[in-house]
C-alpha cells in the first residue's frame, strides 16, 4: 500500500470510530467497538481485511486495536462521541504529565484549566517530546507541565489508553506549572 492509501484509510477510521459513524450508518457500542465486516462493506472507502490489518498494525500513534478475534476494531483514544466509554481502569500517573498548547489558549487555560472541549477526555503526553509534537499540530507549542500525583491525591483519576495516552477529566490550573 501507498503511505497516501495508508493515511486515507487510517484518517477515514478516524473519523468514522471517533467522531461520525453515522457517515456510513455505522453502530459503535457503548465502549466504541464496531464490527469489523461492517466497515468492510462500506461504500464511501473501499478496502481489504489485509489493508486494514496493515493500517492498524503501523499506525504511527497505534491509534486503533482490534478484539482478540479481529472481529472488532474501535480507537484507542481520541473520541469525541460523548456516549463512547472506553472502560479503562484509572491508574497512578507519573508525578509529572505534558501537555502541547499554543498560545492563543493560554489566557483561558489560565482562567479555567485544560479542559476536553470537543473531545472525551484532556489528553496528556508523559514526555515533553510527545507533547511537542501535540502542539506543533495548531502552530508553535507551549509546553505545560501538570502535577498529576498532586491531583491525584485531591481524588483526580487518570487512564492510560492502550496507545499510552493519559486521559483525564480536567486539569483545574491550580496543577499547571505555566513556566
Ligand atoms: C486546547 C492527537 C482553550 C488544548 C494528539 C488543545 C493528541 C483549551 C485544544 C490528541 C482549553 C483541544 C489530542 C481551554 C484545552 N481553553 N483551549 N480551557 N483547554 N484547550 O485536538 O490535546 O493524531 O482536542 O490545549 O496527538 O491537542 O488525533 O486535543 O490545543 O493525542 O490521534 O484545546 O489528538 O492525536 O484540541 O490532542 P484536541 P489535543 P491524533
Given at each position: 500500500m501507498?503511505?497516501?492509501?495508508?493515511k486515507r484509510i487510517s484518517k477515514f477510521l478516524s473519523l468514522i470510530l471517533r467522531h461520525s459513524p453515522e457517515t456510513i450508518n455505522l453502530k459503535l457500542d457503548k465502549n466504541g467497538w464496531a464490527n469489523v465486516s461492517d466497515i468492510l462493506s462500506n461504500k464511501k472507502l473501499r478496502f481489504s481485511i489485509e489493508e486494514l490489518k496493515e493500517v492498524v498494525a503501523n499506525n504511527d500513534k497505534?491509534?486503533?486495536s482490534f478484539n482478540e478475534d479481529n472481529t472488532k476494531i474501535r480507537a484507542n483514544q481520541g473520541h469525541s462521541i460523548r456516549?463512547?466509554?472506553?472502560?479503562?481502569?484509572?491508574?497512578?500517573p507519573p508525578p509529572?504529565?505534558?501537555?502541547?498548547?499554543?498560545?492563543?489558549?493560554?489566557?483561558?487555560i489560565k482562567?479555567?484549566?485544560l479542559q476536553k472541549m470537543n473531545r472525551n477526555h484532556v489528553h496528556l503526553s508523559k514526555d515533553r517530546e510527545t507533547a511537542t509534537s501535540v502542539g506543533n499540530r495548531?502552530?508553535?507549542?507551549?509546553?505545560?507541565?501538570?502535577?498529576?500525583?498532586?491531583?491525584?491525591?485531591e481524588g483526580f483519576k487518570f487512564f492510560l489508553s492502550e496507545n499510552k495516552v493519559w486521559l483525564t477529566d480536567l486539569v483545574p490550573?491550580?496543577?499547571?506549572?505555566f513556566k
Open positions: 501507498t503511505p497516501n492509501n495508508t497505534q491509534r486503533f456516549s463512547v466509554e472506553l472502560d479503562l481502569e484509572p491508574q497512578s509529572f504529565l505534558y501537555h502541547g498548547t499554543v498560545h492563543k489558549f493560554m489566557v483561558d482562567k479555567n484549566g495548531r502552530g508553535k507549542a507551549i509546553i505545560l507541565s501538570i502535577r498529576a500525583q498532586d491531583m491525584e491525591k490550573p491550580k496543577f499547571i506549572n
